[in-house]
């Protein structure tokens, strides 16, 4: 979750007339309703400034809700985040997302606890605050004093490293900057293309951390938020040590409500269970091909879902190089866990406990969503493979309701990282989520989707657009802009 506070962007008002199109039958086409092409939808329709009839936006969505990997679960009347389910407060983006369609934060409490399960025992172990603000604030003294004692400095060359690669994301939106139309060139105008050709761990060396807190927290952290270890790519790491620090938030009520949000706020048109089967290039227009039977015309593509999920077929063909998406393997429980799986016969578990690299563990994390009483609480278990009944019979000493999920949630990381085009054949069809190599979350993709929005409406004028007066100005972003 990066940090975009105080930062300005180019203000484009554009009036697309497409070649010797009337405005009128200028059209982009948007294949999937998450974060980014929601985003995509609102950022074409705020910096062209045109409304739908000059410049038509539709988007597909082949499940029948929006938010792609926004999505919610019922478990038992209560409603929990399934998939991206935290932001960070630095999120500019969506924060201004979150304000501009009159939604409402929620934040994580503050007190929760955690412990480090290697297999056999807890190698770290916070103390329970209570219910007192006094027991609480001395649990917290207690808990920060026992991570010094273990880390050390190690815990500020951790933050200092992740400060560092924040402060330069910044530079994306200084004044005067132009689009870019490969994700290689958008890392390397701010210093952070590098950080994508290593691994995590060989970086936080570098940095001086020790190899304890690489194994232990570092590693916790990157499980959790990627369901990978250090070995993955030096900026996915950075960003996933974000988004394990304080403050962190999530939309009251479901997170998919920005992506519905920004799609009605653009006035976009909306097909849902509507899976695009293909997309033909043709005397300078796009013929989508939908499982709705429909066929659309568009001026301009742009797929905001993964490539190496979805079966579209191209014409003429487009080369993508080889990725693997991360299946991450979500489990919800509604009951108790068994305090004799980790040894305890009396004392209070964790609200999150997270395991380290181990052979044998089957599962990443177990956190409490909810607690209704001392023996019901709704838990979300991540894994790498799907867990047996056998096994959570053995986890869970009560079991009322269990879900099982399988996300193709995120790359599977592998230091270099090579990005696909931007630009995928070299005229109007357009990957939002190629800049998933370098970082995968809400916030990337929504600055992924803004900078393909911008580039497509500066393209479309080469090709013979009208501007009017307002090309190409910088203008601080006020209070209603984005």
Known sequence: MLALAGAPIVALALLVTLGSCDASQTKVCIVGSGIGGASAAHFLRKYSGRPQNELHIHVYERNSVVGGRMA?????????????????????????FVGLLGLK????????????WDGKKFVVRTMDGG????????AGLINALGMLWRYGSDL?????????????FLHFYDEGRTPYSSVKDMLESVELYGYTQHTLVRELLREGLSVQIITEIVTMI??????????ISGLAGAVSLCGSGD??????GGNWQMADGLIKLSNASLGLSDTVLSVVSKDGVYEVTSSSG???TCNAVIIAASLDEEKIVFSPSVDLPKRSMHHTFVTFVRGLVSRDYFGLKDAKLPDLIATLEVPGIPFISISVLKSYNATDNA??????ASLSDEFLDKLFSVRRKTIRLNWAAYPQYNAPETFAPVILDGNHLYYVNSFENAASTMETSAVAAENVARLLLTRLSTDGAVFNSGLNTMAKRGSEEL
Do not use: C
Not at 131 to 138: E, P, V, W
Not at 379 to 384: A, G, L
């Open 222 to 231: 990157t499980r959790i938020n990627y369901g990978q270890n250090v070995s």
């Open 247 to 252: 403050d962190l938030w999530a939309v009251e």
């Open 131 to 138: 219910s007192s603000f006094i027991t609480k604030k001395i």
């Open 156 to 168: 500020f060359r951790m933050r200092s490293f992740v400060s560092q690669l924040l402060k330069r």
């Open 105 to 116: 934060k929620k934040t994580s409490p503050d007190s929760e606890t955690f412990g480090l």
């Open 379 to 384: 838990y979300k278990v991540f894994s790498r």
């Open 72 to 96: 919610m679960v019922d478990l038992l009347g209560d409603r929990f985040e399934a998939g991206a389910s935290i932001l960070h407060p630095k999120n500019l983006h969506t924060v201004h």
């Open 294 to 296: 429909k066929n659309r």
